[in-house]
């Protein structure tokens, strides 16, 4: 801990007597960032750069902060996708009655900008969904070559073939 400032010395002179000091005994030396630009400061001004900041420093995703309609478009979008990892029909209907449900409340609460969500086709879907577990489900044949490897033969007829 520092000494106080002595009541006849100016605060910029004490300070820089402090600086001195330290400097003198060492402290700053090794210090961690030392020979290294200062982050941020060559870059351009960001208005925003404090929730840039935060979302990096959370690791919040930046889909949360787009509007519900626009959530709910993506989500349209990558149904093929989400409906890959589900097992049964049930639970591919039953999302897809959650997904028509949310859209529908959606637009009827359409706040903020109006971006056309339809409803899912659930037929297409479930067709669709279907083809892809039967897809999966159905062995590939195997290659001529790997079906049935050529019998062992051994050392004899090998050397007089």
């Known amino acids: 801990m520092t000494e106080r400032k002595p009541p006849s010395m100016n605060v910029d002179d004490w300070v820089e007597a402090q600086i001195q000091r330290a400097q003198n005994a060492g402290e700053f030396d090794d210090l961690d960032g030392a020979g290294k630009p200062l982050p941020k400061?060559?870059?351009?001004?960001?208005?925003?750069?404090?929730?840039?900041?935060?979302?990096?420093?959370?690791?919040?995703?930046?889909?949360?902060?787009?509007p519900p309609t626009v959530l709910l478009r993506k989500e349209k979008a990558r149904i093929r996708e989400h409906v890959q990892k589900m097992r049964t029909e049930a639970e591919v209907r039953d999302y897809l009655a959650d997904l028509n449900k949310r859209i529908l409340v959606q637009v009827r609460d359409a706040t903020g900008p109006v971006i056309p969500v339809g409803k899912t086709d659930e037929d297409a879907v479930l067709r669709q969904w279907r083809e892809d577990r039967?897809?999966?489900?159905?062995?590939?044949?195997k290659p001529a070559a790997e079906q049935q490897p050529a019998p062992k033969r051994s050392f004899w007829q090998r050397l007089f073939s």
């Open 41 to 66: 400061l060559a870059d351009p001004h960001d208005p925003d750069w404090w929730v840039k900041d935060f979302m990096r420093r959370e690791k919040i995703e930046a889909d949360v902060l787009l």
């Open 134 to 141: 039967d897809a999966l489900q159905t062995p590939q044949p």
